[in-house]
């Protein structure tokens, strides 16, 4: 059974630029997430969707940060304009339908603002 | 409330000995805790988890310990050795889609 997929594995741009992150779900995975990952702290949710509708986006800066999961299957997350603090590793995770069933995550997109 | 509070955010231990990792929280509602290994560079993945059902749950060397009055649960690393060097979190998510919330993470280092 192949992984969640993330792409790209690192970006760097500058302050007020714009980034998408791209992820691939494992199939038949109803649940998808993206968390965002400080350096030395636990992961935070972002969204999670289940199929294409959004399950729970309270901790999204929508300002600046958009989700979108075509079809239920892959998703982008978006940033637009990038701050300094949105610098961390972006994990997206996939579970079979809701947040007690295993979350299997991706590598990860680490970001770097400057 | 839905805080889960990790100590200690290090750990070093000997290889062969007992390595122990807190977690507390104050939600009730959670139903289901689970402990993720993360090794540099990857995404977690899911170690062990526990429902507040059972006060215990043994998988190899690697063992919840839970505290429903208390509100704390704990991971034991038995004979631990130096390829469990890695930071773990412990979460906790209630049924009906809760979002599983992370604690601050130990980073484990087991010396030869």
């Known amino acids: 059974e192949a992984g969640v997929a993330q792409s790209p594995r690192y970006k760097i741009i500058e302050k007020r630029q714009s980034v998408a992150f791209w992820c691939n779900p494992i199939s038949g995975h109803a649940t998808l997430y993206w968390y965002q990952q400080i350096l030395g702290q636990g992961p935070k949710l972002l969204i999670q969707?289940?199929?294409?509708?959004?399950?729970?986006d309270s901790q999204l800066p929508k300002d600046r940060f958009s989700a979108e999961r075509l079809k239920g299957v892959d998703s982008t997350l978006k940033i637009q304009p990038a701050k300094l603090e949105d610098s961390a590793v972006y994990l997206c995770?996939?579970?079979?339908?809701?947040?007690?069933?295993?979350?299997?995550f991706g590598p990860g997109t680490r970001l770097t603002v400057l | 409330q839905q805080q889960v509070k990790q100590s200690p955010q290090s750990l070093i231990v000997q290889k062969g000995g007992i390595s122990i990792i807190n977690c507390a929280y104050e939600n009730t509602a959670f139903d289901y805790f689970p402990w993720y290994q993360q090794f540099p560079g990857k995404g977690p993945a899911l170690l062990i988890a526990?429902?507040?059902?059972?006060s215990e749950k043994k998988e190899g060397r690697f063992t919840i310990s839970f505290n429903k009055s208390a509100k704390q649960f704990s991971l034991h690393i038995m004979d631990s050795q130096p390829g469990d060097s890695a930071t773990y979190f412990c979460a906790a998510t209630y049924n009906q889609g809760g979002k599983l919330i992370f604690g601050q993470g130990t980073e484990l280092s087991v010396k030869p």
């Open positions: 969707f289940q199929n294409n509708g959004v399950v729970d």
């Open positions: 995770a996939s579970s079979r339908w809701t947040s007690t069933d295993t979350q299997y």
């Open positions: 526990i429902r507040p059902d059972v």
